[in-house]
């Protein structure tokens, strides 16, 4: 019998020494530092009316737990590698401080995972991924916005007071981008890091980092798809303010290149469907929308020499349509111009 209680004793302490590492580490001070690092090798795919974009990221995460301390002399060697699944299995044994990329929403393929443990005990943990994210597009300079991509780390089990990440001199030497990275339609110009501070669903305070990827849009393909069709039914639009037309001819002519706008703002918005009423292209539809019933307006009352029985003076009526020939187009481009800044301010 006290063999056998004996068996039980050792198997016992055999799972308790084994379940040891799992533990938050003891003897660290707290908040124990976790240094985060970041590397984008590629922008696969920007997704803008559905909020997501697509990347292939490294990330390594950074901390030291005494527990796995070990003896370079004795082991005759000063770190333990593991890859693949022996450093799936590694990781499910030891302690982590569970740290995850937040805002992922999928990935493409399972991710490739290396684990190097120091004698000193020094953990760091390689993570290489392709992973869809989500993010805040801000479209009101479109097509000249410059985009922030954002990828965010936070630990999900520890709060501050336990966990707080870190981006060192070390980390920032191993982030960054990778040379040489290109995105059609954008210029991928810098990642930029940041250490903030969210609550947890317990209400505590949770540390966050957020590696922002920065992209400016070329506007050059945009410029003849919207750009210079807008400005040209415009163009031909305030032409009817100097041509000597009757009122049967003129009011045809401003319709069609209603009808013309109305087609343009429905391929813009099929064409790019994340624009909102507060981007700088929608707004500029709906001030050529505005114009263009102005002209309307003028060409069926001013312009319209039955109008002129209506007024005492056909000689101030003259002086009307000589104003406006040049203050309508003038009012119209300082206000666009005025959209245009405001939007990229």
């Given at each position: 019998m006290s063999r056998w209680l004996a068996v039980l004793v050792l198997v016992a302490a055999a799972r308790v020494s084994a379940a040891e590492p799992a533990r938050f580490p003891s003897a660290v001070p707290l908040p124990m530092r976790v240094g985060v690092a970041l590397v984008v090798n590629e922008v696969l795919t920007i997704e803008e009316a559905k909020g997501l974009f697509t990347a292939?990221?490294?990330?390594?995460?950074?901390?030291?737990?005494?527990?796995?301390?070990f003896d370079a002399k004795v082991e005759g060697?000063?770190?333990?590698?593991?890859?693949?699944?022996?450093?799936?299995?590694?990781?499910r044994s030891i302690w982590t401080p569970e740290v995850m990329l937040a805002n992922v929403v999928g990935t493409s393929r399972p991710p490739e995972i290396a684990?190097?443990?120091?004698?000193?005990?020094?953990?760091?943990?390689?993570?290489?991924?392709?992973?869809?994210?989500?993010?805040r597009y801000r479209l009101a300079a479109f097509p000249f916005d410059v985009q922030d991509l954002g990828i965010r780390v936070a630990s999900s089990l520890y709060g501050r007071q336990r966990v707080v990440l870190v981006h060192d001199q070390a980390d920032i030497d191993a982030s960054g981008l990778r040379p040489g990275l290109q995105l059609d339609g954008w210029r991928v110009r810098r990642v930029a890091f940041s250490l903030s501070e969210a609550r947890g669903l317990s209400g505590g305070s949770l540390s966050h980092m957020t590696a922002s990827v920065r992209v400016e849009r070329d506007p050059t393909p945009t410029i003849p798809i919207v750009f210079v069709p807008f400005v040209?039914?415009?163009f031909c639009a305030s032409l009817t303010l100097w041509l000597d037309l009757d009122v049967d001819r003129r009011v045809p002519f401003l319709s069609s290149v209603i009808l013309a706008l109305i087609a343009l703002n429905f391929t813009a918005t099929l064409r790019f469907p994340a624009?909102?009423?507060?981007?700088?292209?929608i707004q500029l539809f709906w001030i050529g929308f505005g114009y263009l019933w102005f002209l309307l307006v003028a060409a069926v009352s001013v312009q319209n020499p039955a109008f002129a029985r209506f007024t005492r003076s056909s000689h101030l009526l003259a002086e009307a349509v000589a104003y406006l020939r040049w203050a309508a187009p003038f009012l119209l481009a300082v206000i666009g111009v005025r959209t245009i800044v405001v939007a990229l301010v």
């Open positions: 292939a990221v490294d990330v390594r995460i950074r901390w030291r737990d005494p527990r796995l301390a060697l000063d770190r333990r590698e593991h890859v693949g699944r022996e450093a799936e299995e590694l990781l684990v190097v443990v120091g004698a000193d005990g020094s953990v760091t943990k390689l993570q290489r991924l392709i992973a869809t994210f989500d993010t040209l039914l415009l624009l909102t009423p507060q981007s700088a292209v």
